[in-house]
């Protein structure tokens, strides 16, 4: 039996039951190839750039004898697909930046899919800006500590727009509610999280305030500290204007980060 780190469960849980699946960049093809051997997925496929990746998807498909449920294609992003072939996207274990290249270079294939899966190591942040002009629902935030690393899935649904249920541009009510999860968040002593933070702290994930997500935001503060220390060995007007940007920066967090932690937490708007 396939058996998945934490943070891939977490990601497969993500995955309506009965989905046709595209897990791009796949690498070992473990989350499809886990999916389809439980019988959570009606098919998928493994979308893999690389040669090697691609070689050890097939042979997981192959070993696991999933051959007739999974379809293992070489190819950038999401040119491996047909659209309307998928409902459901994941995509993990890749930087933000490259998550958005990627759906950004498939939007045509975009059509017909309902649910997006992203796992991005680092720029989270580029990630919900994209889903928020594209006109995807971030219906929610997770995040999770596994062998020393910090992981951050988000999931996002894209509104129904025809009587039917198809999918579609979102209308002018769900416009508004895309809009609401990143409007102004008053915490109970008046400090206001603006969008720009929630963009980049997570709007769920604000709220909820967890151990992994206080740790994240601690080590974020620290290598912003170290940057600081590095330009306050420059002399230039240039490198005080960073630091000073930097400092700013940190200031707003670590405002956050006590709001968050305070033992009379409290209560979000
Ligand atoms: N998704 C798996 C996971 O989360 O455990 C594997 C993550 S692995 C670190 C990233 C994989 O993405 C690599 O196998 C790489 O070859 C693949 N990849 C990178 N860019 C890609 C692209 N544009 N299209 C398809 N696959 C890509």
Known sequence: MIRLSKRLEKIACEVPKGSRLADIGSDHALLPSYLAQQGLI???VAGEVNEGPYEAASRQVRAAGLKDKIAVRLGDGLEVLEPGEVDVIT????????IVSILEAGKA???GVSRLVLQPNVGEDAVR?????????????????????????LTAD????????SLGEPNEGQTAKLRRLYEPLV???GLVV???????MGPYLIREGAQAWIAKWRLELDKLEHICAQLERSDTEAARAREREFRIEMKRIEEVLSACTRKDKPSFN
């Not at 993990?92 to 490259?98: D, Q, T, V």
């Not at 596994?146 to 899935?153: A, F, H």
């Not at 603006?194 to 980049?200: A, F, G, I």
């Open 42 to 44: 009606a098919r998928g």
């Open 91 to 98: 995509i993990a274990g890749m930087g933000g930046a490259l």
């Open 109 to 111: 294939k975009l059509s």
């Open 129 to 153: 800006v994209w889903l928020l002009a594209n006109g995807w629902e971030l219906v929610g935030e997770q995040i999770l500590e596994e062998d020393g690393k910090i992981y951050e899935i």
């Open 158 to 165: 894209r509104p129904e727009d025809g009587a039917d249920g």
């Open 187 to 189: 915490l109970a002593d």
């Open 194 to 200: 603006d969008k720009e933070l929630l963009l980049r």
